[in-house]
């Protein structure tokens, strides 16, 4: 048994797939026997920052773990408390998860206070080291993080190439990103379109996750006013919440008199109700512009849901072109051409592919790569 701890965003921190994402790995670290710990933030963005409608999730707290809220982005005294508590503690493992730079003085000052004052290995989980947004400052402050990091996780090569740019001879592996399975089990598409209120004999898309602006959504609202996708009958079901500007999206949809076939959920998705909007589609589309990899693909593995990704990053890593879904490119034409050859093919196309393709994106899996990579560690 190793006493390990986990570094970022947790209950009652919302934060989309990283809190999922943490807690699972949490609960899988304890199913294996471990003494698991999240540390989270009190104060994770301060609120001129944030994009959204509230950091704050509107759930029961999570089952069996240990989440300690203590955390303040901006505070440098509180770095160095929560570095010393952290080290007190004597863990064996730590785990980061890094995914943008704004948390890099803190993270990495964290880092180095728990280097100083314990002999605990530090691994970082890499959701991005260059982000998708870019800003002044960036290459610096992931510098300045990864610079005290023994070993690194990423999950595509996009990710790992990045990485390399930063690091000398630090270990690192890329491993697939495993499934959200915590969300319930598959359930049947007319069950799911009942409760949500959504027409049982229409073809419907997905477009589900906060709404940011490199994620393409503009390119996939260009697709539905096609000839190819109007003279079906086929419906857009975007259900997240807008991080930004929705009266773009609006308007788009308005100059392209798609009005009526598209349907809008301008809120952040509770857990509770994930799996119905999956299960209610018939196809996931991320239409994104840049990408790294994305939690939506193992989401829809989970629920055995068709993709269409752009080639982009680290995207069409994980979909089989032809078999788990179709790859496109990152215009509204090729995506177009796409979900009409989606739908084309007989129902169940994708299946038993996706059934095969799931298999490997266990948690077990991936546990057993990171513990690997804290061997490596000298």
């Not at 260009?222 to 609006?250: C, P, R, T, V, W």
């Not at 239409?287 to 990899?293: E, G, M, N, S």
Request: charged share 20%; glycine share 6%; with cysteine.
């Amino acid at each position: 048994m190793q006493k390990i701890i986990i570094i970022g965003s947790a209950f009652p921190l919302r934060g989309g797939g990283i809190t999922t994402f943490n807690e699972r790995l949490a609960h899988e670290l304890q199913e294996q026997g471990n003494d698991v710990t999240i540390y989270s933030f009190s104060l994770q963005y301060p609120s001129i920052f944030f994009p959204g409608k509230s950091q704050y999730a509107d759930r029961p707290a999570p089952n069996h773990l240990t989440i300690k809220s203590v955390i303040n982005s901006i505070n440098p005294l509180n770095w160095l408390k929560v570095g010393r508590l952290i080290a007190k503690e004597n863990p064996d493992l730590i785990i980061i998860r890094y995914w943008i730079p704004f948390m890099a003085l803190c993270l990495g000052s964290i880092a180095r206070i728990i280097k100083k004052n314990s002999s605990a290995k530090i691994i970082c989980i890499a959701d991005n080291i260059i982000p998708h947004e870019k800003r002044f400052g960036d290459q610096l402050l992931t510098k300045y993080f990864v610079k005290k990091i023994d070993g690194f996780i990423t999950m595509s090569k996009k990710v790992t190439s990045d990485l390399k740019h930063f690091i000398s001879n630090q270990p690192h592996q890329q491993v697939l990103h495993p499934l959200y399975d915590n969300f319930g089990e598959k359930i049947e598409k007319l069950s799911a379109r009942s409760y949500l209120k959504l027409p049982s004999d229409s073809k419907i898309i997905l477009f589900f996750g906060f709404i940011r602006e490199y994620k393409g959504l503009d390119l996939l609202i260009d697709a539905m006013s096609n000839l190819l996708i109007q003279n079906q009958s086929i419906q857009l079901l975007i259900a997240g919440e807008f991080y930004h500007e929705k009266d773009f999206y609006i308007n788009k949809i308005r100059k392209s008199g798609i009005e009526k076939n598209v349907i809008i959920i301008d809120d952040f998705i509770p857990d509770e109700w994930v799996k119905y909007y999956c299960c209610a589609a018939d196809l996931i589309v991320q239409p994104y512009k840049k990408a790294t990899q994305s939690g939506v693909t193992p989401l829809a593995y989970h629920f055995e849901i068709p993709m269409i990704v752009t080639n982009v990053g680290g995207l069409p890593e994980m979909v089989k072109d032809g078999e788990s879904g179709l790859v496109c490119e990152p215009n509204s034409q090729s995506i177009a051409e796409h979900i009409d050859e989606f739908f084309q093919k007989e129902d169940g196309y994708f299946l038993a592919s996706l059934k095969r393709e799931k298999l490997k994106f266990s948690w077990p899996t991936f546990v057993s790569q990171l513990f690997a990579l804290e061997n490596e560690i000298k």
